[in-house]
């Protein structure tokens, strides 16, 4: 196993970029293909955190060689960079194309750099925080890409939130009107809804622990999921909004990732 850093341009951005992957024993010695997984960090984060405080690479090795997960390329990226957080989304007042950066350069780039299985079936998108936010988000607005999506203490917002609690504060710079189409169009609740009868809508995983400041959102989108007959699989434990919770947690999301790789198989 190895990680390395990956340098690339992204054009969205108009930027060098650089995020980490994670290539599995052997990858240098065959010539197979393998799935592809997206580890997202949070506010305040950087693509090196999931390394640095996360154990990402002792996690999946472990799993890896204890077969609990199939050997996987494994891509950690900033989420571009901007500020304190972008929310992996394109930014309404023009600061930034933190979506298309994403879509359009990192995947794209990945796939065409690496031997990826380029189907959604085998594509997937995880993240804390911030970084669950961006997941489903992600894999709501492009199914075609991401067959699965994992959140752990994801910030599982939908605009009518906002509008309750940060009409009023800067993140009305990233969505607009909390009301209005572009804001809509990034309301996780409006996009379950919309994808549910959809064939090819991705599988989600979340889970959140109770002491966590995001809880009573999690418990609300999981109670909106049901309402509305969308499959998932929501988990509670113990523990509060840090990285000894979701170090102690990325196996959850990570086994519910392999399940989904192996009904494809």
Partial sequence: MSVRPHPFFSGALF????????????????DRSYPVIYLLHGMYGSESHWLLKG??????????????LRPSIVVMPSDGGYGHGTFYINWYNGTGNFEDY?????????????????DPKYRAVCGLSMGGFGAFSLALRYPQLFGAAASLSGALTSTEHIAEHYSRSDVSQMIGPVRGPFAQGHDL???????V????RPALYFNCGTNDFLYSMNASY????????????YEEFSGEHTWEYW??????ALNFMEAQFAKNE
């Fill in 15 to 30: 930027a060098r970029k650089t995020c980490f992957v994670y290539l599995p024993k052997g990858y240098e010695e065959n």
């Fill in 55 to 68: 154990n990402a690479e002792q996690t999946l090795d472990r799993m890896i060689d204890e077969g609990t």
């Fill in 102 to 118: 994403f879509i359009y350069d990192l995947v794209m780039e990945i796939d065409k750099q690496y031997r990826t299985l380029d």
């Fill in 189 to 195: 609740q409006l996009l379950a809804s919309r994808r």
């Fill in 197 to 200: 009868q959809e064939p090819q």
């Fill in 222 to 233: 999981t109670k909106h999921l049901e309402s509305i007959q969308y499959p998932h699989v």
């Fill in 247 to 252: 170090t102690e947690h990325l196996p959850d």
